[in-house]
Every structure is written in C-alpha cells, then in structure tokens.
Nanobody, 119 residues
Framework: QVQLVESGGGLVQAGGSLRLSCVASGGIFSIDVMGWYRQAPGKQRELVAS???????NYANSVKGRFTISRDNAKNTVYLVMNSLKPGDTAVYYCDADLLYPNTGYHYWGQGTQVTVSS
C-alpha cells in the first residue's frame, strides 16, 4: 500500500519560512514526477511546484523566487522550502507523486498539511 506522508506545516508570520517534507513508502518501484499542490478555502487546488526524477523543477509564477522544491530519490522524499511567506500562501499543501511500474503507472496524493501565514 503506497502512502505519501507530509510534514512540516504550521503557523508562521508573514515573511517567515517553512520547510515541508513528503515521504513516499510501500511497494514503490520507481517515482517519476513529484510535486506540491495547495488548496485554499473556497478555491481550486493549484500546482505550486513539481520536480522530475532528474531534478528539473517547475514553479507556479506566484511562488517563483520564494519557494524551492527538491527531492532525495534514495529516500523517496520531496521537499518544499518556502521563504518570504505571505498570507496569500495560506492553504492546505498536498504532496503528489507519479509512480511507475513495469507496465503501468499510478498517481498518488498525500493527506495534506496545513500552512497558515499570519499578517
């Protein structure tokens, strides 16, 4: 049973920083793209950043220059360092991963971690 478990969320003042982690475990063959999405109350879930197994990263315009995504393939872990946080970054942050197997692939979500930025 594959699981993605996020950690590192919390309450921080505007201008502060947080580091999110997401560990994938259970029956993993290989992982292609890993990423972070967020969903604020009343809004649709949106992509924050993604990273390929080779390390190529993609960011939403709203977080470029402030957030950094990275991964440790040996640990099946993806990180998101969030600097210069703004109240508008407040949301539930979800980790996702595309898992590859010899003849198929599956997409998984984590359970989410709350990030709250106070003004």
């Amino acid at each position: 049973q594959v699981q993605l478990v996020e950690s590192g969320g919390g309450l921080v003042q505007a201008g502060g920083s947080l580091r999110l982690s997401c560990v994938a475990s259970g029956g993993i063959f290989s992982i292609d793209v890993m990423g972070w999405y967020r969903q604020a109350p009343g809004k649709q879930r949106e992509l924050v950043a993604s990273i390929t197994s080779g390390g190529s990263a993609n960011y939403a315009n709203s977080v470029k220059g402030r957030f950094t995504i990275s991964r440790d393939n040996a640990k099946n872990t993806v990180y998101l360092v969030m600097n210069s946080l703004k109240p508008g970054d407040t949301a539930v942050y979800y980790c996702d991963a595309d898992l590859l197997y010899p003849n198929t692939g599956y997409h998984y979500w984590g359970q989410g971690t709350q990030v709250t930025v106070s003004s």
